[in-house]
C-alpha cells in the first residue's frame, strides 16, 4: 500500500493530508490513534485511576510508547448521565495535568476534552494543540471565536441533547443525514471565522442508541464527503456491553473489533483507552489492504 492512499469499502481514498494542530502536525497518511487520559473521578470506565499527576504521566508515557500521536486529557465525565461540572472545578483538575505533560511529553499532541472556551482557552496558553469539543460547538458559542484566534485543531463532535439527558430515549428520522447535515452547518460557520483544522467526530453513544450506533458505523465513510479526518469513539462503549452482556472492563475485544471495522470504513483517527490494541488492528488493515 502506497502511504498516500487508504482504501475503505472498496473506494480509494486520498490520505495524504496533514493537519496542522497548533505549532504542531499531524500527519494522517495512516490512521492515527488518540490515547485517553481521564483526570474525573466518575468516568464510566477509567475514573479514578489517575488522579494524581504522576500516574498520569505514567500513563501517558506508557500510551506513546504504544504508538499514541495524540493525548486526550479530559477533567469532565461526559458519560451518559453525568452531572454537570462546575467550570472551576474543570480548570482546577485539568490544568496542572495540561502543564505537566507538555513538560514532560514536548513533541506530543495534547488534545483538550471539553465544550467550554475559557477551559480551552487556559489550556492552549498552557500548550495544548488540539480541542475536543463533544458540543460541536452547541454548549458555548464562544468556542469558534476561540478557535479562530488560536489555530489550534478542532474535533467538532455530534451530540443530541446533553450528557445528562442524551440517552433518555434518542430519536432521529435518518440519524447518518441528521449528523452530516449538522457537521455541514458547523464547518460552514468554522471556515467563515477562518477554522481550517477541522476533524469530524460522529459522536457514538452521546445522544444515540444502540441501533444508531451500529447504522452510523455501517455509513462511516458518508461522513468523508466534506474532506476532513473522521474521528472515532467506540472504546468500551454501551454499543459493545449491550450486544455482547459485558461490562466496559470486559469489552477491549469487542472494542478492537468495532474499532477494525471503522478502519475499514475510512476512519482517520481512533479515540481509545487501549493504545497497543488500536494500533495493532490498524498496522493488521494496513497489511490486509496492501
Request: aromatic share 6%; glycine share 10%; charged share 20%.
Given at each position: ?5 487508504w ?6 481514498f ?14 494522517l ?5 488518540i ?13 479514578g485511576?489517575f ?6 504521566l ?7 510508547a ?32 495540561v ?43 464562544k ?7 488560536t ?22 428520522e ?27 467526530d ?34 468500551r ?52 489492504m496492501?
Amino acid at each position: 500500500m502506497t502511504p498516500d492512499k487508504w482504501s475503505a469499502k472498496g473506494t480509494l481514498f486520498s490520505k495524504n493530508q496533514k493537519l496542522k494542530c497548533g505549532e504542531k502536525v499531524l500527519d494522517l497518511s495512516m490512521p492515527r490513534v488518540i490515547g485517553v487520559l481521564n483526570i474525573t473521578p466518575d468516568s464510566f470506565y477509567d475514573g479514578g485511576r489517575f488522579t494524581n499527576i504522576p500516574e498520569g504521566l505514567n500513563h501517558v508515557e506508557r500510551m506513546i510508547a504504544d504508538g499514541a500521536a495524540i493525548i486526550d486529557v479530559g477533567a469532565a465525565s461526559t458519560r451518559p448521565g453525568a452531572a454537570l461540572v462546575p467550570e472551576g472545578v474543570e480548570l482546577e483538575r485539568l490544568l496542572p495535568y495540561v502543564e505537566a505533560v507538555r513538560k514532560a511529553f514536548p513533541d506530543i499532541i495534547i488534545s483538550i476534552d471539553t465544550y467550554r472556551s475559557k477551559v480551552a482557552s487556559n489550556a492552549i496558553n498552557l500548550g495544548a494543540d488540539m480541542i475536543n469539543d463533544i458540543s460541536g460547538g452547541l454548549f458555548d458559542d464562544k468556542m469558534f471565536g476561540l478557535l479562530s484566534q488560536t489555530g489550534v485543531a478542532y474535533i467538532l463532535m455530534h451530540i443530541k441533547g446533553t450528557p445528562g439527558s442524551m440517552q433518555h430515549n434518542p430519536f432521529y428520522e435518518d440519524v447518518v443525514n441528521e449528523i452530516s447535515l449538522f457537521f455541514a452547518c458547523q464547518v460552514k460557520l468554522l471556515r467563515k471565522m477562518g477554522v481550517e483544522n477541522i476533524i469530524l467526530d460522529p459522536g457514538f453513544g452521546f445522544g444515540k442508541s444502540v441501533g444508531h450506533n451500529y447504522e452510523i458505523l455501517q455509513k462511516l465513510d458518508n461522513f468523508t464527503e466534506l474532506g476532513l479526518p473522521v474521528a472515532v469513539g467506540v472504546s468500551r462503549k454501551s454499543m459493545i456491553n449491550k450486544v455482547l452482556g459485558t461490562l466496559p472492563s470486559e469489552a477491549l475485544n469487542g472494542t478492537t473489533v468495532l474499532n477494525t471495522i471503522a478502519i475499514l470504513m475510512g476512519a482517520d483517527i481512533l479515540r481509545v483507552h487501549d493504545v497497543k490494541e488500536a494500533v495493532e488492528a490498524i498496522e493488521l488493515c494496513a497489511n490486509f489492504m496492501r
